[in-house]
């Protein structure tokens, strides 16, 4: 007998299509999936008519510590299954890597409600020195690179090691570890003086002159060495939260002549908002938000499979933290809980894109670039990480609704359609009917992602 049945659904199968079904789930599993006619039973059934059954996101870039670092994993795992994301992947980072990883990873067994896992993040000699070590002990195979915290930049953060010699020893090491792939942040931070400069001096203090000290190009710049050292180390090479048309055209045409992997993430906000948002300065980041032309090329991205994954670069800070103006503001924001309703929104409902193509750049994807075994797909014997969605449920987005540490998001007041009802961790409900449940308020019982 089944646990549970989730029962004459459309159940959006990854670059595959949409099919109508049920999923039946036992102990925490997929246990059968039936066509549409017949019929499963189960200890409890859910009527998923005219409702879209998705595997459970995983979002491959998330900042969990950034709000209150040790309150973030329960808080944030919550606001995420409130999206129907069912994994998370977050960026982990300290002098010593060997020592801190433990105690992370416990923090999060102990207080997130859905399954999370690594990346870590690479800033010194030493981690370079211990990265094969590290990854095989922690099962960490993705490591992230920040070629915005080089020279002067990187000083003011504490970082004094940061070079291209420091990616390329990545390169060569990341290459020795099965599945190992490095992750780069785009942006020539030597040339950003340049521009700001003038910018700060003009006092401006708009959000578009965000996009303006780090224009499109000085991506692309990074983009296309980063790429080229990925072909020469041989190693897979991974464009995180890529933000502009320009940086996607260079990936375009190295994929014409070189073999090497190149894989790309972009972000929702990099898809549904530019430099002119209403939400201003609270919307600053990291590359920065760039123009309307930028939005809809990276939606062909996402469209004909350029790009591969898509996250939302969650940090979970108080909005206090945005001010007083543009050049003192922190960068980055809250996105765990709006991915999914964005992605409908703006791509499925204004640009046609396929719910299939949505479901892989959310899940499947992320699941194999990043070897997440048993996850991203509804198939049998897979992880019943699941997300219903209601395609016709029209919300206008609040903060207050969203269950994360921080206190706004920059998409406050718009109307998103196609909102999760109902969320599924290996089986657990932590979203029934919109709303958290007991389990996920009260029992996390999220695992730690170990991989290679
Ligand atoms: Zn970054």
Request: with cysteine; proline share 5%; hydrophobic share 40%.
């Amino acid at each position: 007998m089944l646990d549970l049945v989730l029962a004459g659904g459309e159940l959006v199968l990854p670059d595959t299509g949409v099919v109508r079904g049920s999923v039946g789930i036992k102990d925490g599993r997929i246990a059968a999936i039936a066509e549409a006619g017949e019929t499963l039973t189960a200890a409890e059934t859910i009527d998923c008519r005219d409702k879209w059954v998705m595997p459970g996101l995983i979002d491959p870039h998330t900042h969990i510590g950034f709000g209150a670092k040790e309150l973030d994993f329960e808080t944030e795992a919550r606001s995420a299954a409130i999206g129907g994301v069912t994994s998370l992947l977050t960026f982990h980072r300290s002098p010593d890597l060997r020592q801190s990883t433990p105690e992370w990873i416990a923090e999060g067994e102990t207080r997130s409600c859905i399954d999370f896992g690594l990346h870590f993040g690479l800033t010194s000699k030493l981690h370079i020195d211990t990265l094969v070590e590290t990854a095989q002990r922690f099962g960490v195979t993705s490591f992230k690179v920040y070629l915005m915290y080089k020279g002067a930049a990187g000083a003011a953060k504490g970082f004094t090691e940061i070079d291209d010699g420091l990616l390329y020893r990545t390169l060569l090491q990341a290459r020795q570890v099965p599945g190992g792939v490095v992750g780069v942040h785009c942006e020539n931070v030597e040339v950003i003086p340049v521009f700001r400069g003038p910018l700060k001096e003009a006092g401006r203090d708009d959000l578009a002159a965000w996009d303006e000290q780090s224009p499109d190009f000085l991506e692309a710049e990074n983009v296309s060495r980063v790429i080229y050292f990925g072909a020469k180390a041989e190693c897979p090479v991974n464009i995180v939260h890529l933000s502009s048309a320009e940086g996607l055209e260079i990936v375009r045409r190295h994929r014409l002549f070189h073999r090497n992997p190149v894989t790309i993430e972009t972000c929702a906000h990099y898809l549904c908002m530019t430099r002119d948002d209403p939400a201003g300065i609270v919307a600053k980041v990291n590359p920065p938000l760039r123009r309307k032309a930028d939005c809809d090329a990276l939606w062909e991205g996402v469209r004909d499979g350029a790009i591969v994954t898509v996250g939302s670069d969650h940090v979970p800070r108080k909005r206090a933290t945005k001010g007083p103006d543009l050049w003192g503001a922190s960068a980055g924001f809250p996105g765990l809980a709006t991915l999914l309703p964005l992605l409908i929104e703006d791509g499925y409902y204004d640009r046609g894109i396929p719910l299939e193509r949505i479901a892989a750049v959310t899940s499947l994807n992320v699941a194999k670039l990043y070897g997440l075994r048993g996850k991203g797909a509804i198939a049998v014997g897979n992880d019943a990480d699941l997300v219903v969605v209601d395609p016709h449920t029209i919300r206008m987005v609040d903060h207050a609704e969203l269950a994360s540490h921080s206190d706004y998001t920059p998409v406050q007041g718009r109307m998103l359609r196609g909102w999760p009802v109902h969320t599924l961790s290996r089986g657990r409900h932590l979203l029934a009917d919109g709303h958290l449940t007991e389990a996920a308020l009260t029992a996390p019982a999220g695992r730690y992602l170990r991989r290679g």
